[in-house]
């Protein structure tokens, strides 16, 4: 048995939440295996809209096991809030959801230092989603972090060790805080944590492949947000490509099967940092509104733009993408012509390939297509799918050389169309 993978190609926010719900049902385990409350996946279905930060998506399927890796960094007061609002709506998760000890606490402090590494870059800031993601790894990098089974044992001695050499860090960039109720909410986090199932995911989940069972792992954030291959600095902190789930949860890389690689029909990016093919115009604000792309963890409005089959084609090499999924198309419904960059000029010169540096002088070259200009948003097959439609799709696989084997026209569980084409 093999783990499939399915991650976004593009900045975040491509759907991944609303995908991994609608596959969980072929799948006995759904795995988180990086990122964390940085993270916002939205899911729709039976006239409800729920957002998860840092539980897997797969937990309103069923009795279906969920588990959070050891590459997943845990905020116990937020992972509390969520839980507490899931099990309020009805969806008990004690038993089905299991958490790594390996993982690393982000810590009240680690959001301080989040919001003041930001502040002393000023303009160069990243626009974090400010959930202390970076300061966490840092700190799990140089082997300074505290990880979700320290809980068990010797916790406070730890944590007033993390703590005081986070507020030394503070005190030297004369950044002022208050984390009285910051630290109770987490130290109320961190109890809570205790009544969930602990585990070792590199166990777990070799143990579940070896008996057969089907593993779903879910990313988070996307491919041009990785820590090594993203438009840095302007990136995530940890590795969100395939290579992630390995090092996230444990499973060997020849344990990887299908890789799910999902984009939206166009492109969106939130925070700061290239995005070379931004519209600045009227149809940007359009894409905007009728995407309504606003991000679910901070409300921030995400920058909208044509879809960018440069950095799509680097991203699907990287992941090794073997199904694509395509997301939101209903939002270019309206749309009389449609645009795709097929290649960057930079510095004058036309490049096919994703550079070193997209930070300055690029240019995206298009190809214009023409839209559909039909409602799509209540299709149930492929069939009723108009020719424009089919067109466009062609053009897509062509360039990406990977099939589409997915359509998203709708936020809603249901809005979902699997197609039957030939590998
Ligand atoms: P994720 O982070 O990749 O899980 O994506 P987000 O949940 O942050 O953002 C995707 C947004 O698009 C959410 O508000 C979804 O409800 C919504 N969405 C997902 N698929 C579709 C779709 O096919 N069409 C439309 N219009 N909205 C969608
Ligand atoms: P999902 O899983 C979109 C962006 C932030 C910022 C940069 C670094 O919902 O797709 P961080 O807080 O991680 O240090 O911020 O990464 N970012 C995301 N953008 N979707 C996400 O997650 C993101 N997670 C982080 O806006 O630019
Ligand atoms: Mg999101």
Redesign the pocket.
Known sequence: MKVDVLL?LQW???????V?DVLTPRYDVVARFQGGPN??????FEGQ?Y?LRSIP?GIFQGDKVNIVGNGVVLDPALFKAEAEALEASGHPLEDRLHISKKAHLILPTHRILDAAYEAAKGDAKVGTTGKGIGPTYTDKVSRNGIRVGDILENFDQKYQVAKARHEQILKSLNYEYDLTELEKEWLAGIEYLKKFTLVDSEHELNNLLKDGKKILCEG?Q?TMLDIDFGSYPFVTSSNTVCAGACTGLGVAPNKIGDVYG?FKAYCTRVGAGPFPTELFDEIGDKICK???EY???TGRKRRCGWIDLVALKYSITINGVTKLIM?????LDTFSTIKACIAYKKDGEEIDYFPYDINENIEPVYVELPGWETDM?KMQSEDEFPEEFNAYLSFLEDELGVMIKIV????DRA??IERYVEE
């Open positions: 976004g975040g926010d491509e759907g991944k939440g609303k991994v993270a916002g996946h939205t899911l729709e809209k957002v998506s988070a996307g999902i009728l995407g309504f991000g679910s963890v997301m939101k198309s209903d939002v948003t998203s026209v709708g936020p809005q979902t």
